[in-house]
């Protein structure tokens, strides 16, 4: 069963600008591309970086520590030295403009 | 034959260029630390003698820092220089930055300040656990969306260890790409991904000579971080800063550099304004070299670290070196190509 946790106001993410929050005890990884928001798993699958910290670019987000490359809506590795996709949680935003990211 | 064997003098150290590569590039892949800036022959820092063979500047390379006089003497542009066969070259190598890591990172803005209608200063942090190590007088890359890079110098002195906030001094181009943009649309919290540090525009430790700092525009950037690391490490030598703009506006630490002459007594501060002063102008007016030339009869003993647009660059090599003396191996530069 998916439990949805508020993160904040839609207007708090903005593009180019990842930010990190917790939803239902994990650390989650916020992106907005345009008009839509994906969040991922705060935690690289390769090394001690945070995804909130990385840079987003044609789609994915690319690791600050070995510029591994991750797609957003799925969380699959799109390029070396990755090789274990992270985890993707669904999105979504509320009639009152809140977001809340999905964790089962 | 492919490629050419290079010695280093006085050093004696050796490296291989391959064919096609300048000899500054062959060098830094060998892990020479040789001073350099541009990488475009207008800063004259990779200047170098050519003592044996072949070292020529290569088709469609500018070498400006340098005169038909000095190429017909020898001398040579290493960012622009290809060797072959086996060639002796004199150069300079540079102290205290051979072994600091290049390194490739994220970093957030954390604030963007308008310190004039035309310069942000600009905040950095890199995430958690990463550092940038670098000595004052160095600058990094950003790197644009489209691979491009643009230079800006670390305007604060790093820690020990490696420093997590990082600060840039970014002048507006209007038309240009990512200036627009920091001027447009860079907002608190977005990402920039940077490399670096890049350059040697450093001072020199081994020296204890007085030191002239001319900057003109954000050339005031790395002359802060100098600033900074000097006081860092106590250095003795007295210190001149010379700083130059058209308005009072373009000198946009003004307040900070007069609160640190009056602070150290080793600082003295001399800004000058060529375009027009306030009737009320308590500095000097004109260029920032001729002020230096006004106050210094005799160089010969002095060093001059000289940053900001190339005209200025090249204006203060010419005639501190011509008319006052100034050994050109004790005049060091860091030209930011577009004026700055
Ligand atoms: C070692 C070094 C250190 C530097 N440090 C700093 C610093 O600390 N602070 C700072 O503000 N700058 C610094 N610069 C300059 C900086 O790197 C950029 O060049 C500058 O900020 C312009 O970038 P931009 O993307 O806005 O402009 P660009 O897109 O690169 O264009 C620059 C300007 O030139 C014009 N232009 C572009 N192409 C042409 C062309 N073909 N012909 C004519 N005009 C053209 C554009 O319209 C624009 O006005 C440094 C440069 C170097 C080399
Ligand atoms: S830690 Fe993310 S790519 Fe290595
Ligand atoms: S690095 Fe060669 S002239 Fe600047």
Partial sequence: MTTWHDVGAEADFEDGCPAAVEAGGKPVAIFRVEHELFALHDLCTHGAARLSDGFVEDGCVECPLHQGLFDLRTGAVRSAPLTEAVRSYPVRITDTGRVEVGVT | ?340
């Avoid at chain 2, 990512?178 to 890049?198: A, Q």
Wanted: charged letters at 25%; hydrophobic letters at 40%; proline letters at 5%.
């Fill in chain 2, 1 to 340: 034959m492919s490629g050419a064997a290079v010695t280093l003098l006085p050093s004696g150290r050796q490296f291989v260029v391959a064919d096609g590569e300048t000899v500054l590039d062959a060098a830094l892949r060998a892990g020479i630390a040789l001073p350099y800036q541009c990488r475009s022959g207008e800063c004259g820092n990779c200047r170098s003698q050519c003592v044996a063979g072949q070292l020529e500047h290569r088709p469609g390379s500018t070498p400006t820092a340098l005169t038909a006089d000095d190429i017909t003497g020898g001398a040579r542009l290493l960012c622009c220089a290809t060797a072959s066969g086996t060639v002796t070259l004199e150069c300079r190598e540079v102290d205290g930055i051979a072994g600091i890591p290049l390194r490739r990172a994220t970093a957030r803005v954390t604030a963007i300040e308008r310190a004039a209608d035309d310069i942000a200063v600009l905040s950095l942090e890199l995430p958690d656990g990463q550092a940038l190590e670098y000595r004052a007088g160095q600058y990094l890359e950003v790197i644009l969306r489209d691979r491009s890079r643009r230079s800006y110098s670390m305007a604060t002195a790093a820690v020990t260890g490696g420093t997590r906030r990082l600060e840039l001094h970014v002048r507006h181009r209007p038309g240009g790409t990512f200036t627009d943009h920091v001027f447009g649309k860079l907002k608190v919290r977005e990402m920039l991904r940077i490399e670096g540090p890049f350059g040697t525009f450093c001072l020199d430790d081994r020296s204890d000579k007085p030191i002239l700092l001319l900057a003109t525009g954000t050339g005031f950037a790395p002359v802060q971080a100098i600033l900074e690391e000097a006081w860092q490490q106590n250095l003795q030598r007295p210190i001149t800063l010379y700083w130059g703009g058209r308005t009072p506006a373009d000198l946009y630490r003004d307040a900070d550099c007069r609160r640190w002459a009056a602070e150290r007594p080793g600082l003295r501060y001399v800004p000058v304004l060529s375009g027009d002063a306030p009737d009320n102008w308590d500095g000097r007016r004109g260029r920032v070299q001729q002020a230096v030339l006004d106050d210094h009869p005799d160089l010969t003993g002095h060093e001059v670290y000289a940053c900001g647009s190339s005209a200025m660059i090249d204006a203060a090599r010419s005639t501190l070196c011509s008319e006052r003396g100034l050994p050109t191996s004790a005049f060091f530069a860091d030209a930011f190509i577009a004026s700055a």
